[in-house]
């Protein structure tokens, strides 16, 4: 499996980094590489595509309906219709699945500002998450669990193939947004990569509950659930990332990083 870091820029677009966006690819036995996009944030889109031929991407997962999340699907839909070479209205390519929460497909077409009639259905197939489900994808299966976040949001712990030894199982756990809760928890399981958030400041955010998580909050979940490499992301650009990395390390005696976009991590 491998993860590309797209974004990691919390809360909104920063300038060294779009809001949130990552690239998981992995390869099926037949040695066709399976390609999900996790979250389009705000400037997501266009750094997608240092990475990935939009058209090529097999599903996108979307943990929740904050802009930083989800609002570049609009650009997305632009380019899926209005391709010149290979736009919906010119081939007969297969909608792209969006799997999102309950309200995506109507939220999508008022951002975009559809007219009544209009739907993105030629481009994406809106498959609504349910609560502790498993969705398969080419090589991946992707649980889902509801996270502790203001709004429907959920985290996934994909399973898939490991780029180094493709008989064996590897396993991605993603935060989405979220306070420490169960679902993070079972999400961050024995993970070998737990991609999680760490948007808030010890000193600073103590008070706020249900929201996010701290560098030291992150890793102690990840401590307590034995993840094996983790991987701090969602910090907006007023935090000092370092000080979220010291955070951590308090806490979590393991391999820890700070989202890079553009980094490629294969495990
Ligand atoms: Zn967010
Ligand atoms: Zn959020």
């Avoid at 599903?59 to 070479?85: E, F, M, N, R, W």
């Avoid at 030629?122 to 991946?140: A, E, I, L, R």
């Avoid at 737990?194 to 249900?210: P, Q, S, T, W, Y």
Wanted: proline share 6%; charged share 20%.
């Amino acid at each position: 499996m491998k993860l590309t870091v797209v974004g990691m820029s919390g809360s909104y677009a920063g300038p060294q980094s779009p809001a949130s966006c990552y690239l998981v690819q992995a390869t099926d036995p037949n040695g066709r590489e399976w390609s999900i996009v996790l979250d389009l944030g705000s400037g997501a889109f266009g750094a997608l595509q240092r990475h990935i031929d939009p058209f090529d991407v097999d599903a996108l997962a979307i943990t929740h309906l904050h802009p930083d999340h989800c609002s570049d699907l609009s650009g997305y839909y632009v380019y899926y219709k209005y391709h010149p070479q290979w736009g919906t209205e010119f081939s007969d390519r297969n909608p792209i699945p969006v799997f999102a929460p309950t309200d995506a497909a109507d939220r999508f077409a008022v951002a975009y500002g559809l007219e009544d009639g209009e739907s993105m259905d030629t481009q994406f197939t809106h498959v609504p998450w349910k609560c502790g489900s498993t969705v398969t994808v080419g090589p991946f299966t992707i649980d889902v669990h509801e996270v502790n976040h203001p709004v429907e949001a959920y985290g996934f712990r994909i399973s898939g193939p490991s780029e180094h030894d493709p008989s064996r199982t590897v396993v991605l756990g993603y935060s989405g947004d979220t306070d420490d809760c169960q679902g993070v928890r079972d999400i961050a399981r024995n993970a070998d990569v737990f991609l999680c958030e760490a948007a808030f400041l010890e000193g600073r955010d103590d008070g706020i509950v249900d929201l996010h998580l701290t560098g030291k909050r992150a890793a102690r979940i990840a401590t307590d659930s034995k993840a094996k490499r983790l991987i701090l992301t969602h910090i907006p650009s007023w935090n000092d990332p370092e000080i979220t990395r010291a955070e951590a390390r308090n806490e979590y005696a393991g391999e820890t990083h700070i989202a890079e976009p553009g980094t490629t991590y294969s495990f």
